[in-house]
């Protein structure tokens, strides 16, 4: 999952002291203190939660329908497909035209980068902005998720999916064998052969199945021989650019030397999905099902002789 080095401006501060004591709060409510002890939710700049919201990526839009401040939303970005009824526009998340965005009125934007100084132009027009990085962890997923929560005054909807979200993860792991060796996995992000290490959000989510990158390294996205993959030879093929190049496994078997592999030979080429494997947000559980249902299908290795 692509990674973002955005953070948070200082003139945001207000709004993520606001949701960073919501979260605590909410970390305390989870623990058995008193639901009414769940402190202020942010607040926009007219006091109250928020009435008219704008999100400029598919991830965040997926945050706030999640946690329930759906019918709040006014505007997302032209990428954000997910929910279906959404009201996609064509603001873009990429290149962010304040001007566009201040034309549907919003007192909340929720984002992943300040580009373009978007940031500074929103809080000088009195609209308060919640940017999301790219996470790195699955904790960073549900912190995420609790300080959209806090931003729009779901606070218990959102620790509700949390918790939900967590059980889900702990069956799904459950539900997989334990093997005396892993399964390896090649990750292809598209057809240079760009792939991810275990030391990313996707790679840890794969860790957790059971699996293992067959690049390491100090770089965590790292571009591949074709000879080094043809030699690791891994258990899984893995598709994120099925939908985005026409990758297919026949394709992929069509490649010089490819169909010696062992993943191609016994039919383990598979195609993601590749929002679901590209976005941090709530669907990650599905994401997971997904690639434990593919797993599950793996035989146990026989012994070496």
Same mark, same amino acid.
């Given at each position: !999952? ?20 919501? &979260? ?8 058995? @203190? ?10 926009g ?17 997926? !945050? ?9 939303? &006014? ?5 954000s ?50 940017l ?9 997923t ?15 909807? @959102? ?5 939900? !979200? ?15 060796t ?20 996707? *790679? ?21 021989s ?5 030699? @690791?030879?891994?258990?899984?093929? !893995? +598709?994120?650019? *099925? ?7 026949? &394709?992929?078997?069509?490649?010089? *030397?490819?169909?010696e592999?062992?993943? &191609? ?10 929002? +679901? ?29």
């Open positions: !999952m692509t990674e973002s080095r955005a953070r948070a401006l200082p003139g945001s501060r207000s709004l993520f002291a606001a949701v960073l004591t919501v &979260v605590a709060l909410v970390a305390s409510a989870c623990s058995g @203190a008193d639901d009414n002890d769940a402190g202020p939710t942010t607040t700049p007219g006091g109250g939660e928020p009435d008219a919201i704008v999100s400029l990526s598919p991830t965040t839009t997926e !945050m706030l329908y999640a946690v329930g401040a759906g019918d709040r939303v &006014v505007a997302v970005d032209e990428r497909d997910f929910p279906a009824d959404a009201p996609v526009t064509d603001l873009s998340g990429y290149t962010p035209n304040l001007e566009a965005i201040l034309g549907y009125q919003p007192d909340l934007v929720v984002a992943t980068d300040d580009i373009g100084d978007i940031v500074a132009g929103l809080e000088r027009s009195g609209v308060e902005v919640l999301l990085p790219a996470a790195r962890t699955l904790d960073d549900f912190t995420q998720i609790e300080q959209v929560g806090a931003a729009t005054g779901t606070v218990g909807e @959102a620790a509700e999916l949390v918790s939900r !979200m967590r059980g889900e993860i702990d069956e799904i792991v459950a539900s997989l064998p334990e093997r005396e892993p399964l390896t996995y090649f990750h292809e992000l598209d057809d240079t052969y760009y792939t991810v290490t275990d030391d990313t959000y996707i *790679g840890e989510v794969y860790s957790l199945l059971g699996l293992t990158s067959i690049a390491t390294g100090d770089d965590a996205y790292p571009q591949l074709e000879e080094l993959i043809l030699e @690791a030879d891994p258990d899984l093929v !893995m +598709l994120a650019d *099925g939908q985005c190049c026409g990758i297919t496994p026949e &394709v992929v078997a069509e490649r010089p *030397g490819w169909s592999l062992g993943a &191609v030979r016994q039919g383990r080429v598979f195609v993601l999905d590749e929002d +679901l494997a590209s976005r941090w947000g709530p669907r990650v559980v599905d994401f997971m099902r997904e690639v434990a249902g593919i797993v599950a299908t793996v035989p146990e290795r026989e012994p070496a002789s």
